[in-house]
T-cell receptor
């Protein structure tokens, strides 16, 4: 069975510091994709970054990077130079490319950026 | 141009009523989903459709019935609403694997309150 685990329910970080949000996953399928989404207090789900299981390099999108360690089955999100606007819920998600085409989510990490 | 749009954004109704939430995507994606986000922010997949065909029904009570008249629309009808149905319901769409792109695009959510 596929599973996503986020072990940090909440984090407090000083503005301008780098942040690492942890995510581990479990699947026996060789082909999968990993995502991070941000959900601010306004409620919308914002896609941040994607990593494919066969991608050789870690994904980066602006201040976001995904630290993909396949052997450890981890896909941590790194936010560099955090900003007040980064305060939000962050969800790690996985899509396994088989017939049961679904995207499953972790329980999320609530990130608070302190001024 | 909204990529995935859901209506209504808020829905307050009494127990026992029947209600529908509509979802439309203009991205040309083959796959559409319904997710339920509970008060603890946990996102649980309810249904997945691929090109109008039901792929996943995640042990959702049969009071919930999705309807996909075409691949751009996936509506959710709920019969005999119960207090426990109160949640935020998200519609999402994604390209099928190999169609190009992988992430899911979410609607703005429908906050359902059953009183």
């Amino acid at each position: 069975a596929q599973k996503i685990t986020q072990t940090q329910p909440g984090m407090f970080v000083q503005e301008k510091e780098a942040v690492t949000l942890d995510c581990t996953y479990d699947t026996s399928d060789p082909s999968y994709g990993l995502f991070w989404y941000k959900q601010p207090s306004s409620g919308e789900m914002i896609f941040l970054i994607y990593q494919g299981s066969y991608d050789q390099q870690n994904a980066t999108e602006g201040r976001y990077s995904l630290n993909f360690q396949k052997a450890r089955k981890s896909a941590n999100l790194v936010i560099s130079a955090s900003q007040l606007g980064d305060s939000a819920m962050y969800f790690c998600a996985m899509r396994v490319k088989n017939r049961d085409d679904k995207i499953i989510f972790g329980k999320g990490t609530r990130l608070h950026i302190l001024p | 141009d909204t990529a995935v749009s859901q209506t209504p954004k808020y829905l307050v109704t009494q127990m026992g009523n029947d209600k529908s939430i509509k979802c439309e995507q203009n991205l040309g994606h083959d796959t559409m989903y319904w997710y339920k986000q509970d008060s603890k922010k946990f996102l649980k997949i309810m249904f997945s459709y691929n090109n109008k065909e039901l792929i996943i029904n995640e042990t959702v009570p049969n009071r919930f019935s999705p309807k996909s008249p075409d691949k751009a629309h996936l509506n959710l009808h709920i019969n005999s609403l119960e207090l426990g149905d109160s949640a935020v319901y998200f519609c999402a769409s994604s390209p099928r694997p190999g169609q190009g792109g992988t992430e899911a695009f979410f609607g703005q959510g429908t906050r359902l309150t059953v009183v």
